[in-house]
């Protein structure tokens, strides 16, 4: 395995050459969530003999024109969810025609959780109240999947929009809201502050947290978050070794370390994610 993936990365160096690595344009700030994913990809494949220049540009609108311009082989580290930037912001999405075109593959997975500032509070308390409108502190971006997915259950809620998901946990903190919305990653800042998730949008829970369908008995809407990558100015033959490096990169020993130790998902065994993937260009995004 190890001498087949050697070939592959020789013959993607010598048809990009060497001496020009592969741009990959991060359409987030340093230090979030696509940009930490892009840090960890361009490791692995760096390791692979592929070589990667990281290009952050600080937001999906300057990433996606920078995507869109470029003359250089480039990738992209694109979110794929109803809960996310890439689906709620104009400038930042890809059209059907494009996706089509440059769709390489799956990376990694995320899931969603809602949190309570204290660890007594359980989702049958909430139920249990049912005159009761609860404020879900969360992000713009998430805002649509907290609504969605709590009215489902039967709970009366409404959304506050905070900057960012560490705005919005620290106004559940203060007593500003009821609830917080966000990924799961963030489960362990919520219960060193003393509070707790109650609930995971993945259909098997993640790390000691339950499911949403195991605790309510309904199954998550548009709760799963499929980071794909995506590829611009390769030709065919670049691009099928592209691909598997990609692919080994995102599935080795190394990165489910990785995605266990930031509560990702790997895609391992994962089946049908470009259609997944695709969903939110057919169906979610308002730049068509």
């Not at 070589?51 to 990433?63: L, R």
């Not at 139920?127 to 709590?150: E, H, L």
């Amino acid at each position: 395995m190890k001498s087949i993936m050697t070939t592959f990365a020789l013959a993607f160096a010598i048809l990009t050459g060497s001496a020009n690595a592969v741009e990959l344009v991060i359409p987030s700030r340093e230090g979030g969530g696509i940009h930490t994913l892009s840090k960890h990809i361009t490791a692995e494949l760096g390791k692979a003999g592929v070589p990667v220049n990281m290009d952050v540009m600080g937001n999906c609108v300057k990433g996606m024109a920078k995507f869109r311009s470029t003359d250089k082989p480039s990738i992209y580290v694109a979110s794929s969810a109803k809960n996310s930037s890439h689906t709620a912001r104009k400038g930042c999405g890809f059209t059907e025609s494009q996706f089509n075109a440059e769709y390489v593959s799956p990376a990694f997975m995320a899931t969603m959780a809602l949190c309570a500032p204290n660890t007594t509070t359980s989702f049958a308390d909430l139920k249990d109240q049912s005159w009761k409108t609860y404020t879900i502190g969360t992000d713009s971006s998430r805002a649509w999947a907290a609504k969605t997915n709590m009215e489902a259950t039967g709970l009366k809620v409404k959304t506050v929009n905070y900057k960012n998901s560490k705005s919005a946990m620290a106004g559940m903190l203060a007593g500003d809201v009821d609830l917080f919305w966000s990924n799961a990653k963030v489960a362990p800042k919520v219960q060193d502050a003393g509070g707790q998730c109650l609930l995971v949008t993945d259909v098997n829970g993640m790390n000691g947290i339950p499911s949403m369908k195991e605790v309510t008995g309904v199954d998550p809407i548009g709760g799963s978050n499929i980071y794909w990558i995506a590829a611009r100015n390769f030709d065919a033959v670049s691009l099928a070794s592209l691909k598997t490096n990609i692919e080994n990169a995102v599935t080795n020993v190394s990165s489910q370390a990785f995605a266990k130790k930031k509560w990702f998902f790997t895609i391992n065994g994962k089946e049908n994610l470009k259609s997944e993937a695709k969903d939110y260009v057919t169906v979610f995004t308002v730049d068509r």
